[in-house]
């Protein structure tokens, strides 16, 4: 008992002391076997870098915990956990229980002052780990912090201090996943604390009284608990990852390994792409009478040449020339982006080929941007402005840059480009696709080959095909005893299908611009591996508003699980209307309202951060009118979407992204039917606000 009493001197000292030195940095890279920011497995207030995605996987005796932390805002962290207790019931060999949890920083350490953090552990899962706290973290010098708190919940299970706020609801929830209101700073409380002390670079020794007393797994005799203290070693193997060797509670030895990454960091600084082309100087008036005056006009004729020299040079740079025209002060060039993910550096690329292809009398340089062969966003340069800027920063020429809707710009009829299209293209490699967290197994995974053709008729349509031969994998292994959804499988049954040869999707697609600031998307054919029918939208989108409305209407039928061609019985009208709106710091929103794949009526919400390099972190939620005893484990469809630019590794422009999205459970209820082509995503990053947010790359 003195040393409780020592602790909680400790943590009244981290609240109050006054100290000579100057306040730290709390910012840390260290996780806890909670896989957060913290001690050894108690939290303190410490935080990640912004922006900071760390993974961990800590084991000691019968448990392991994998957990993923995401630094959403300099002050609000999030995380998700995986933890496996092995033979925690007779139904399992080994329990897989998952859970949320959110840390916010309420002040930073001050000369003075220590942190403050309060969080929220395992808030919306079954709730085995579920506890509330808040904390204090002090730091002395450069290697010591102290660290103290009051803890609720599990983090009140031993020792509490005799009087608390309120009754706690302390039974698990069976199907999970709900938000228990109910239990947050409820029940009796606790204190905890501990420090960290960094011995050199590498070395960080930690010590903790902890409050946790592994009460249920005690109970399952999965746990043995004899000692509130923990002791632990940390060695940091690199500035993102290390392992931590730590002895809990008098009984078990353990290993954590962590390792992380931050999107404003890329693996390659500066890029590795090939340096533009120099901005060509026009020649003086009387160097060039001819070309300044506008008699080169009648020379030129349809301007073939011209068309076909700047598609030369255009091809170069991974951009396709899709239509042109030109007067004597103006042109217009309409291009496809086939290599670079920040559009301005396109943009930049293509204004300096322009220099070189136009006569000296045009002086307004219109950029056109196409998604499919449809006009999506236009920039506006003056090209005295390029020749004066060149080696000025970027910012420079975003002043004099005009964002518009193609629709809105009145100028010479444009001639397509020979060759254009008809256009195919086409693909083939590997794939992996991967399933995690089901209540069975963390990982399932199939592999394969996966080829695709997409056939450009003509500006707007297109054919598009998908089809994948698996060379083994575990996925479809999945126990039917794990979906206990009560209504229309209309995803559950997916392990049904016959993937071993499987036509993904075969469509035909048409892309429209209905009036000014408005797309159109029709979608028709096998849309996915579980659904073909009809998908149309019709999204609203200025150029520089954060704010964009789109509707969309589908009619699915779900296909038959061995006739590639053939229909189950099953079909369904779904729609939603939604909002999206682009906050500040990179922040994106979106509400979908309507009607889903199993007939139910709901609400899907998403946010995501989206960081200036392409990298997305988000989660989405999505509500309807399904009980959530029917929808089954669970209780809502909610998940993680991340989004990865190829680019940020490998150091050279490319478009292609990869996109995971990590959901908890697949089940039925606020389903969605897959179509590949939404208009959001695909219209905003080609338009006037994210064109802006990479403005930095224009020169490059």
């Not at 957990?67 to 805002?73: E, G, R």
């Not at 089901?438 to 997409?454: C, F, H, K, T």
């Not at 789109?550 to 019985?569: K, P, S």
Request: charged share 20%.
């Amino acid at each position: 008992m003195n040393f409780r009493k020592n602790v909680i001197g400790l943590g009244a000292a981290s609240m109050c002391f006054v100290s000579a030195s100057s306040a730290q940095d709390l910012s840390t890279t260290r996780l806890n076997v909670m896989g957060r920011q913290g001690i050894i497995e108690m939290p303190s207030a410490e935080v990640a870098p912004d922006g900071q995605l760390s993974l961990s996987y800590s084991k000691f005796g019968n448990i392991s915990r994998t957990t993923m932390t995401f630094q959403v805002t300099p002050r609000l962290s999030g995380s998700f956990r995986y933890s496996g207790i092995k033979d925690y019931d007779d139904d399992y060999d080994t329990y897989w229980d998952r859970s949320f949890d959110v840390s916010y920083l309420l002040s930073n350490e001050g000369k003075y002052r220590p942190a403050v953090s309060v969080g929220l552990q395992d808030f919306m899962g079954t709730g085995l780990l579920s506890g509330e706290y808040i904390v204090a973290t002090k730091s002395f010098g450069d290697k010591l912090r102290v660290s103290g708190g009051l803890g609720w919940g599990r983090l009140a299970s031993y020792q509490p201090l005799g009087f608390s706020f309120g009754e706690r609801d302390t039974s698990f929830t069976d199907t999970g996943g709900t938000l228990n209101f109910g239990q947050w700073f409820q029940g009796d409380i606790a204190v905890f604390g501990g420090l960290s002390y960094q011995l050199n670079d590498k070395l960080t020794v930690l010590a903790e009284y902890s409050s946790d007393a592994y009460t249920t797994e005690v109970e399952y005799d999965v746990f043995t608990y004899n000692s509130p203290i923990n002791v632990g070693l940390d060695y940091k193997l690199g500035k993102n990852t290390s392992v931590t060797a730590f002895f809990l509670h008098g009984d078990a030895v353990g290993l954590q390994f962590s390792t992380g990454l931050n999107p404003k960091n890329p693996k390659v600084s500066g890029g590795l792409e090939t340096a533009p082309l120099p901005i060509r100087p026009r020649p003086s008036r009387s160097a060039d009478p001819i070309g300044w005056s506008g008699a080169w006009v009648e020379e030129v004729g349809d301007a073939s040449g011209i068309r076909s020299a700047l598609a030369k040079a255009m091809a170069e740079e991974g951009l396709v020339l899709e239509a042109m025209s030109l007067t004597t002060t103006r042109t217009e060039v309409q291009f496809r982006n086939e290599r670079y993910d920040a559009h301005s550096q396109a943009l930049g690329r293509l204004a300096r080929i322009m220099t070189r292809a136009f006569p000296p009398s045009v002086e307004t340089f219109v950029l056109t941007e196409t998604l499919d062969g449809v006009p999506i966003h236009s920039t506006v340069l003056p090209r005295s402005k390029l020749e004066a800027y060149e080696f000025s920063p970027a910012r420079n020429i975003l002043d004099v840059a005009t964002f518009a809707d193609p629709l809105s710009l009145e100028g010479a009829p444009l001639v397509a480009h020979e060759g254009t299209f008809p256009n195919t293209l086409w693909s083939v490699a590997p794939y992996v696709a991967v399933s995690v967290f089901d209540p069975y197994s963390p990982v399932r995974l199939d592999y394969g080959l996966r080829g695709q053709i997409n056939y450009e008729m003509a500006p707007g349509f297109s054919l598009d095909t998908s089809v994948s031969v698996r060379v083994s994998g575990n996925i479809s292994d999945e126990d039917d005893d794990t979906n206990d959804s009560n209504i229309e499988h209309v995803r559950t049954s997916a392990r049904e299908y016959d993937n071993r040869v499987q036509l993904e999707k075969l469509t035909a697609n048409w892309y429209s611009r209905p009036a000014k600031n408005v797309f159109g998307r029709l979608t028709v054919g096998y849309l996915e591996t579980m659904y073909g029918g009809v998908s149309g939208e019709v999204l609203w989108k200025k150029p520089s508003s954060p704010l964009a409305l789109g509707v969309e209407l589908n009619y699915a039928a779900q296909r038959d699980y061995e006739d590639t061609f053939g229909f189950r019985d099953y079909d369904v009208v779904t729609g939603h209307v939604s909002a999206y709106y682009a906050f500040n710091g990179g922040f994106h929103g979106q509400l979908d309202v309507g009607r889903y794949l199993a007939g139910d009526w709901g609400a899907t919400f998403s946010v995501d951060r989206e960081f200036n390099n392409g990298w997305r972190v988000g989660a989405y939620a999505t509500l309807t009118d399904v009980p959530f005893e029917d929808f089954g484990e669970g209780s809502f469809d909610k998940g993680i979407l991340i989004t990865v630019p190829s680019a940020w590794f490998v150091g050279t422009p490319t478009i292609e992204t990869n996109d995971f999205v990590i959901q908890s459970l697949t089940r039925d209820g606020g389903a969605k039917v897959s179509v590949d082509g939404r208009l959001y995503d695909r219209v905003r990053g080609m338009q006037g606000a994210d064109i802006e947010s990479r403005w930095g790359k224009f020169w490059r």
